[in-house]
């Protein structure tokens, strides 16, 4: 089995900076991508960072400059680094990874349950 766990969520002020961390644990051959979601209440979810596993990354424009993700290939840890947080951040952030399980697997997505990020005075 595949296990996506999330964490370093928790509340912070405008301005503040906080780290997510992804951690992939289980039956792992090789993780492609992983990609970090977040969704908001009543809204749906959205992506705001993507790396591959050479290291590449895309955000979309309205984290561009201040969200960062890398990753550590050898512990299958993803990492999203949050900067300059603003109340509208304020979200569920998730975890996806693309990965097999073996070298006969097909690549499927792997999703964690997400850590609550909250920005707040």
């Known amino acids: 089995q595949v296990q996506i766990v999330e964490s370093g969520g928790g509340l912070v002020q405008p301005g503040g900076s906080l780290r997510l961390s992804c951690a992939a644990s289980?039956?792992?051959?090789?993780?492609?991508?992983m990609h970090w979601y977040r969704q908001a209440p009543g809204k749906q979810r959205e992506l705001v960072a993507t790396i591959s596993n050479s290291g590449s990354t895309n955000y979309p424009e309205f984290v561009k400059g201040r969200f960062t993700t890398s990753r550590d290939n050898a512990k299958n840890t993803g990492y999203l680094q949050m900067n300059s947080l603003k109340p509208e951040d304020t979200a569920v952030y998730y975890c996806?990874?693309?990965?097999?399980?073996?070298?006969?697997?097909?690549?499927?997505?792997?999703w964690g349950r997400g850590t609550q990020v909250t920005v707040s005075s």
């Open positions: 289980g039956r792992i051959f090789t993780i492609y991508t």
């Open positions: 996806k990874a693309v990965l097999k399980r073996d070298s006969t697997d097909y690549a499927g997505q792997y």
